[in-house]
């Protein structure tokens, strides 16, 4: 069991053109906690999560992971088990191959020869990534999906205690995104998600904290929150698809069959899985 919790203090952060991108942040994710991080644009998600691994260090207010206050003389010891996936991969990823990218922090750790190897394989396999068939690509020529799973990879392979994931589903097709949710699920782990992707915070996260313009402006259960119109219309945000009734119910599906249903009283489906009256 690890005891790797997330406190944030009265974090505040302007940029140096004068932005100000955060403004008296408060925030506590107990250890293996799973929170979605929700806002629209601009409203300091990313600001935020640069602040859990020390790529931007407090200028007013505390940031503490684990048992470490963010501060210089920490960094070391955050990073190694802070994992923070970038939301743009062309930030994170540095290495020629998609290989030596992802070997490149567990290195770092001291892992080499069979266990480095077997690290990366499996890094690999849980975003998808065929090791046979992307480990010695060139990691800029891959398209943004598989360059976001190479990403990801690369923070897996360092066996991070805490994840801190901005965009995570960004750049995914259907079926990744699905392994990756199975994936975050499956990890025991503090877990801190920035998403535009509402339904992959819905199923994955208990707990959902809106970030508007700098503040956080709300903090609860993610069914009630995501289930708010008003208020995520207030936010500039939508409810999530799976709130909207997008799919045929089996009401439909029958509605729809039964005008289509051809002379021999067989169904005919119109995009949609016919069955049986
Ligand atoms: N390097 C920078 N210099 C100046 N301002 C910045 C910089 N990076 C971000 N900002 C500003 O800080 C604010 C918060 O930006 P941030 O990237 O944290 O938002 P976000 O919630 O992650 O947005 P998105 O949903 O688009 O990813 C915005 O007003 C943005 O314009
Ligand atoms: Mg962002």
């Not at 990801?152 to 949710?181: C, H, K, N, T």
Request: charged share 20%.
């Amino acid at each position: 069991m690890h005891h790797n919790p997330i406190s944030i203090e009265n974090l505040s952060y302007i940029y140096p053109d004068g932005t100000q991108a955060l403004k008296g942040i408060d925030l506590h994710i107990k250890a293996t906690e799973r929170v979605a991080l929700v806002g629209a644009n601009g409203s300091g998600k990313s600001t935020l999560l640069q602040h859990l691994n020390g790529i931007l260090l407090p200028q007013e207010g505390q940031v503490v992971v684990g048992e470490y206050q963010m501060a210089p003389k920490n960094l070391r010891n955050i990073r190694n088990f802070v994992g923070l996936v970038f939301q743009n991969p062309d930030d994170q990823i540095f290495m020629p191959t998609v290989w030596e990218d992802i070997a490149f922090g567990p290195m770092n750790q001291g892992l080499q020869g069979k266990e480095l190897d077997d690290r990366c394989t499996l890094s690999m396999h849980a975003v998808g990534l065929d090791p046979e068939r992307y480990a010695q690509r060139n990691a800029q020529n891959l398209s943004g999906g598989e360059k976001k799973r190479v990403a990801i990879a690369g923070v897996l392979a360092m066996q991070p205690q805490v994840l801190v994931f901005d965009e995570p589903s960004a750049q995914l097709d259907p079926r990744s995104r699905r392994q990756l949710i199975y994936l975050l699920q499956s990890l025991p782990l503090t877990q801190l998600i920035a998403t535009h992707d509402l339904d992959l915070a819905l199923e994955l996260c208990d707990r959902t904290i809106v970030l508007s313009e700098g503040k956080v402006v709300g903090d609860g259960a993610t069914e009630q929150i995501l289930g708010d119109r008003d208020f995520l219309e207030r936010h500039h945000l939508e409810s999530p698809l799976s709130y909207s009734r997008p799919y045929c119910l089996l009401e439909d599906v029958q509605a729809i069959d039964s005008v289509t249903q051809n002379g021999n009283g067989k169904m005919v489906g119109l995009g949609v899985k016919a069955i049986e009256i």
